[in-house]
């Protein structure tokens, strides 16, 4: 397993932007698939957008259009641009590795995960 720390939370106003980093150690191999999820208060968690080993790309379709998730291996990190930012996008946000696979899903065991952090968007 991977330890990963997530920074770049906080608030904004509704049409802003945020951007997610999540730091990835002792190594980031670009190579498994890594995603974003969020939990908001009385909501179970769901998944906002996970990148696989081949770069394939899959979001929700809440965020479709909005977020973009990417790997930076040269920072070993794995990035949440969120733009056109929603007040029901408000939640604590999550990275997770699903380490030595490179297949992605929503649904799929993820065995890292991230300690979170909190996006707040007002109207």
């Known amino acids: 397993q991977i330890q990963l720390e997530e920074s770049g939370g906080g608030s904004v106003q509704a049409g802003g932007s945020l951007r997610l980093s999540c730091a990835a150690s002792?190594?980031?191999?670009?190579?498994?698939?890594m995603g974003w999820f969020r939990q908001a208060p009385g909501k179970e968690r769901e998944g906002v957008a996970h990148i696989a080993g081949d770069d394939r790309e899959t979001y929700a379709d809440s965020v479709k259009g909005r977020f973009t998730i990417s790997k930076d291996e040269d920072k070993d990190t794995l990035t949440l641009q969120m733009n056109s930012l929603k007040p029901e996008d408000t939640a604590m946000y999550y990275c997770?590795?699903?380490?030595?696979?490179?297949?992605?899903?929503?649904?799929?065991?993820?065995?890292?995960w991230g300690q979170g952090l909190q996006v707040t968007v007002s109207s």
């Open positions: 002792p190594y980031f191999y670009s190579k498994y698939c």
């Open positions: 997770a590795a699903r380490t030595g696979y490179w297949n992605c899903g929503f649904g799929v065991d993820y065995n890292s």
